[in-house]
């Protein structure tokens, strides 16, 4: 038993000083992505790629979005990879949207853990929901990113 719990300390001061650890994010990176959808237009994306040579790791993302009255959208980021199929997606979250009191703005702050490689890319995609028949009215919104970029 002794000779266990002795390999397992070990284990632990080798994990702490690999080079495999968690980096402290020394390359802060923030960034916005936005679209606007138009009369009619049922859909809207935005991307931006990773930078050559880099890693990204996001880390929070925050979001404001206006509305037609009586509209409602549907919000998701997600990270491609070069090393999927193109049109794949390598994770994909949504964001839950609070509407303020005047009930056309939307807005969202959410913690998450995102990565994306070099080759890939950061995405917004939004939907109308709910809107009369023709979609009137302009639907835009913003996405806010925060993280940090590895080598």
Same mark, same amino acid.
Request: hydrophobic share 40%; net charge positive; with cysteine.
């Given at each position: 038993? %002794?000779?266990? *719990?002795?390999?397992?300390?070990? *284990? $632990?001061?080798?994990?702490?000083?690999?080079? +495999?650890? #968690? %980096?402290?994010?020394?390359?802060?990176?923030?960034?916005?992505?936005?679209?606007?959808?138009? /009369?009619? $237009?049922?859909?809207?994306?935005?991307?931006?790629?990773?930078?050559?040579?880099?890693?990204?790791?996001?880390?929070?993302?925050? /979001?404001? @979005?206006?509305?037609?009255?009586?509209?409602? &959208? %549907?919000? =998701?980021?997600?990270?491609? @990879?070069?090393?999927?199929?193109?049109?794949?997606? @390598?994770?994909?979250?949504?964001? #839950?949207?609070?509407? +303020?009191?005047?009930?056309?703005?939307?807005?969202?702050?959410?913690?998450?853990?995102? =990565? #994306?490689?070099? !080759? !890939?890319?950061?995405? &917004?995609?939004? %939907?109308? &929901?709910?809107?009369? #028949?023709?979609?009137? !009215?302009?639907?835009?919104?913003? $996405?806010?990113?925060?993280? =940090?970029?590895?080598?």
């Amino acid at each position: 038993m %002794q000779k266990s *719990i002795s390999l397992a300390s070990a *284990i $632990v001061v080798l994990l702490a000083s690999s080079s +495999a650890q #968690a %980096q402290e994010p020394a390359n802060p990176i923030g960034f916005t992505l936005s679209c606007t959808m138009p /009369a009619g $237009v049922q859909t809207c994306n935005a991307q931006v790629s990773v930078p050559a040579g880099k890693r990204l790791v996001i880390e929070a993302v925050s /979001a404001r @979005a206006v509305t037609p009255s009586g509209q409602t &959208i %549907q919000l =998701y980021i997600s990270t491609s @990879a070069a090393t999927i199929p193109s049109g794949s997606t @390598a994770s994909r979250h949504f964001i #839950a949207l609070t509407p +303020a009191p005047n009930g056309t703005t939307y807005y969202a702050t959410h913690p998450i853990r995102m =990565y #994306a490689m070099t !080759g !890939g890319t950061v995405s &917004i995609h939004t %939907q109308r &929901i709910t809107a009369p #028949a023709g979609s009137p !009215g302009t639907v835009s919104h913003e $996405v806010w990113f925060s993280g =940090y970029l590895l080598p």
